[in-house]
């Protein structure tokens, strides 16, 4: 059997354990933030960074062009500049809860991506939205980490393998797109 045979059945093996139940709850979570004009923040590092930047992408332009009510969601790691100014001045660990005491409000939606389930700065994020009436999410990957148990709602892929994690982590984000299109009228062909 060639690597790429091999890395897709684990890949399909790893889809027969999705945590679909977390995945329902999580769509009603969006769909309430939308109804309720609440705002979605997401955080990530490195790879899970940029799934959290692909999310806003798809969510903000994706779901909505076509609708008058758009969703609002802003990525925490994708401001450079305060990210860097937090770090300098506090500390990493401080970078998204720091922005977070910016705009954040009482039932807004926080998501946080980490693979290993443990990177701090978005730990402390998810803890403080918690502590201020916020809906939590986490993605993760690997035992879970501490963002299993911190997230209202943890989305787990149990895989010790980051790019497996991060796949299914990507694919919860298209499924959601899609989910949340067909639920708000609209068609995955139209983007």
Same mark, same amino acid.
């Given at each position: 059997?060639?690597?790429?045979?091999?890395?897709?059945?684990?890949?399909?093996?790893?889809?027969?354990?999705?945590?679909?139940?977390?995945?329902?709850?999580?769509?009603?979570?969006?769909?309430?933030?939308?109804?309720?004009?609440?705002?979605?923040?997401?955080?990530?590092? @490195?790879? #899970? &960074?940029?799934?959290? /930047?692909?999310? !806003?992408?798809?969510?903000?332009?994706?779901?909505?062009? *076509?609708?008058?009510?758009?969703?609002?969601?802003?990525?925490?790691?994708?401001?450079?500049?305060?990210?860097?100014?937090?770090?300098?001045?506090?500390?990493?660990?401080?970078?998204?809860?720091?922005?977070?005491?910016?705009?954040?409000?009482?039932?807004?939606?926080?998501? @946080?991506? #980490? &693979?290993?389930?443990? /990177?701090?700065? !978005?730990?402390?994020?998810?803890?403080?939205?918690?502590? *201020?009436?916020?809906?939590?999410?986490?993605?993760?990957?690997?035992?879970?980490?501490?963002?299993?148990?911190?997230?209202?709602?943890?989305?787990?892929?149990?895989?010790?393998?980051?790019?497996?994690?991060?796949?299914?982590?990507?694919?919860?984000?298209?499924?959601?797109?899609?989910?949340?299109?067909?639920?708000?009228?609209?068609?995955?062909?139209?983007?």
């Amino acid at each position: 059997m060639s690597f790429s045979q091999e890395y897709l059945r684990d890949l399909v093996e790893l889809l027969q354990d999705f945590p679909h139940q977390s995945f329902e709850e999580m769509i009603a979570a969006l769909l309430a933030a939308h109804r309720d004009g609440r705002r979605i923040f997401v955080m990530g590092n @490195g790879g #899970s &960074g940029a799934t959290a /930047s692909h999310w !806003v992408c798809d969510l903000n332009k994706g779901c909505c062009l *076509h609708l008058e009510k758009k969703f609002r969601m802003l990525c925490l790691n994708d401001n450079v500049a305060s990210i860097l100014a937090y770090a300098n001045d506090l500390s990493y660990e401080e970078v998204f809860v720091e922005q977070l005491k910016n705009f954040f409000e009482p039932g807004d939606l926080v998501i @946080g991506i #980490s &693979g290993s389930g443990n /990177s701090e700065n !978005v730990l402390r994020a998810i803890d403080w939205a918690n502590q *201020h009436g916020g809906v939590t999410i986490g993605l993760c990957g690997y035992g879970g980490g501490r963002l299993a148990g911190a997230a209202r709602i943890p989305l787990h892929v149990r895989r010790h393998d980051m790019q497996k994690v991060e796949d299914v982590h990507m694919i919860i984000v298209h499924m959601t797109m899609q989910r949340l299109l067909a639920e708000l009228g609209g068609s995955a062909a139209a983007c």
